[in-house]
């Protein structure tokens, strides 16, 4: 991840919301009942703000390719969300390196634990959540889209 950069910003920068448009857009293609937004979970951008949240892009030498949100739902606990990866950057360990630095940004902000949901479809993903240590719990959210929800306690 040498030429790969993490930076915090507004969710409501360019490239934040560039990497939204295509993630909606990748889970409108993949999602066998297609990807409405506006049926998800809601979320707020100020949700995703410090000091009770956060938005990390993802660049690799200077393009965005991957972006992932923290929001804290309850005192203790964070959430992530919007965690995504261009796919043709897929394999270089970006996604691990955005799950990473989201799990430190909760401990610097006094949580004990990390959940996150997701979608059978997203293969990739559960792998990846299942090597960084998160488990499966029980359903935590109203989200229509979710069909898995993870957690991981933080050290």
Same mark, same amino acid.
């Given at each position: 991840?040498?030429?790969?950069?993490?930076? &915090?910003?507004?969710?409501?920068?360019?490239?934040?919301?560039?990497?939204?448009?295509?993630?909606?857009?990748?889970?409108?293609?993949?999602?066998?009942?297609?990807?409405?937004?506006?049926?998800?979970?809601?979320?707020d951008d100020a949700q995703f703000t410090p000091p009770d949240g956060a938005f990390l892009v993802a660049r690799l030498d200077g393009r965005a390719v991957g972006?992932?949100?923290?929001?804290?739902?309850?005192?203790?606990?964070?959430? &992530?969300?919007?965690?995504? &990866?261009?796919?043709?950057?897929?394999?270089?360990? &970006?996604?691990?390196?955005?799950?990473?630095?989201?799990?430190?940004?909760?401990?610097?902000?006094?949580?004990?634990?990390?959940?996150?949901?997701?979608?059978?479809?997203?293969?990739?993903?559960?792998?990846?959540?299942?090597?960084?240590?998160?488990?499966?719990?029980?359903?935590?959210?109203?989200?229509?889209?979710?069909?898995?929800?993870?957690?991981?306690?933080?050290?």
């Open positions: 991840m040498s030429d790969v950069t993490l930076h &915090i910003e507004p969710p409501s920068s360019p490239d934040a919301r560039a990497c939204v448009a295509r993630y909606v857009l990748e889970l409108s293609r993949r999602f066998d009942m297609g990807y409405d937004p506006s049926n998800a979970a809601p979320t972006c992932g949100a923290l929001k804290r739902p309850l005192p203790d606990t964070g959430e &992530i969300k919007r965690l995504w &990866i261009d796919p043709g950057t897929r394999g270089l360990r &970006i996604g691990r390196g955005l799950l990473t630095a989201l799990e430190d940004r909760a401990r610097g902000m006094g949580l004990s634990r990390v959940r996150l949901d997701s979608n059978l479809t997203l293969t990739e993903a559960l792998a990846l959540y299942r090597t960084c240590g998160y488990a499966e719990v029980a359903r935590f959210n109203d989200d229509p889209y979710a069909q898995m929800w993870f957690e991981k306690v933080l050290p």
